[in-house]
């Protein structure tokens, strides 16, 4: 049997697994082409030599109540690596690690598991500084409009800071064309802030574009915040950090993204009979595993699909996009929400765009997936939960999980007996990999 090594259960029971598949068929493996892992000398190196700025030590200097913003558990950042460096920094400039604030930008996503999130922030973060998880319904307060007319309600926490410092990585978003940088910011702000952003943007489609307007549109709010020194992390499909970027995130950004297209360019699953992509290191919940089906939306019709995933929370939680089809009320309030913000041409837009696909679906003879919690080129998918956890998961039409690898052999070989050798193509950090056609 040839044999695979993955990772899965990011921040509560990260693991390596192993896959295994028959000498027979073909199994190709698109492992990204990312740079040896850095020690801590050289992220220490780097730190002491930031883009466009001095060194954390000499910013601090004469400051009272800095402040470290970093995403949050739905975010695969090893922020561990980076917090001790920071308050080392920080104890340099004269201030005691007591006296440091970390705001865990969690935007939408509701409420952080403790032990994990011990588990993302480090020993130093947990029991040395006194850490804030934004709740996007309460403590903030309005300073002002950006020049898009977003309304900027920000986590009070920010306005008592003099110094505000943020960690995060740089990962492929379909609204933004890759989060991190800027869109940090979004994570800290009021509900109605962040609906105003996602709907009155038209998103980039997956297209890999950071030239768009919502990404200008937070970056004027992280200046207004004044988020103005990030620690950018690049992670390889072993959550090991292979690229950091720090200083003035305005300036590097455009390089940071670059690199994430380059390192993490992966061909297409064109002609695949089988395609699996995983869902570390976003493998959280059922709600954010959807950022690795961009390989299964690709896939042919008749492939296939498999996601690995051990979603140790679950569904999961996203305050405006949830997993499962929500009900006819909230779909029509997410819809009025969406139309009030765009502007005539965007509605245009999305109306002509919706017209070619529902053409394109009749052309090809198949129906659209019956909830958009599956991916879009498929009417089955499987989800395999390696030694997953008691925590059961509603059922999604369409949708076949188990913790048996053997199960999903059998309904390879059942799907795609066709007599040839059967073409296996992984995706083994699905998230972070930018599909390209060669």
Excluded at 32 to 41: G, Q, S, V
Excluded at 277 to 305: E, G, I, V, W
């Amino acid at each position: 049997m040839k044999e695979i090594k993955l990772r899965t259960g990011i921040w509560y029971n990260d693991r390596a697994i192993t896959l295994s598949f028959p000498d027979s068929w073909e199994v190709v493996t698109y492992w990204p082409n990312t740079p040896p892992p850095l020690t801590d000398e050289d992220i220490s190196k780097i730190a002491d030599s930031p883009i466009g700025q001095p060194p954390l030590y000499e910013l601090a200097k004469g400051k009272k109540n800095p402040l470290i913003v970093v995403d949050d558990l739905a975010r695969p950042t090893p922020t561990y690596r980076i917090v001790p460096l920071l308050l080392h920094h920080l104890e340099r400039a004269g201030i005691t690690s007591s006296r440091v604030r970390i705001l865990v930008a969690t935007g939408t996503h509701g409420e952080q598991n403790e032990s994990a999130l011990a588990n993302k922030l480090g020993k130093a973060g947990i029991e040395s500084c006194n850490v804030i998880v934004h709740n996007d319904m309460c403590n903030t307060k309005y300073i002002g409009r950006t020049s898009f007319g977003t309304p900027v309600f920000a986590n009070k926490e920010l306005l008592s800071s003099d110094l505000i410092i943020g960690i995060s990585g740089v990962y492929p978003q379909h609204t933004t064309g890759f989060g991190g940088g800027s869109k940090l910011s979004l994570g800290v702000l009021g509900r109605k802030s962040i609906i105003h952003l996602h709907y009155g943007h038209e998103a980039v489609g997956g297209n890999y574009d950071i030239n768009n307007g919502f990404r200008r549109d937070v970056t004027e709010i992280a200046r207004m915040i004044k988020l103005n020194t990030i620690y950018t992390i690049h992670v390889n499909a072993h959550l090991e950090i292979v690229n950091l970027m720090c200083g003035d995130h305005f300036s590097y950004y455009p390089r940071a993204a670059q690199f994430s297209l380059e390192k993490y360019a992966a061909p297409l699953p064109d002609e695949a009979d089988v395609v699996i992509a995983n869902a570390y290191p976003f493998d959280l919940s059922f709600t954010f595993m959807r950022k690795a089906y961009k390989p299964l939306d690709y896939a042919p019709q008749k492939a296939t699909k498999i996601m690995v995933a051990s979603n140790s929370e679950g569904i999961g939680v996203h305050g405006l996009f949830q997993h499962i089809k929500p009900s006819r009320f909230i779909r029509y309030r997410s819809m009025y929400r969406r139309i009030s913000l765009m502007e005539p041409r965007v509605i245009l837009s999305k109306l002509i765009n919706r017209l070619k696909f529902r053409k394109e679906l009749q052309s090809n003879e198949h129906k659209a997936a019956p909830n958009y919690a599956m991916p879009r080129n498929t009417n089955h998918l499987w989800v395999y939960r390696p030694n997953c956890e008691d925590l059961r998961t509603p059922a999604i039409d369409g949708m076949t999980t188990t913790d048996a690898w053997k199960n999903i052999l059998e309904a390879i070989e059942k799907e795609q007996s066709h007599g040839n050798a059967i073409k296996v193509r992984i995706y083994p950090c699905a998230p972070l990999q930018c599909l390209v056609r060669n």
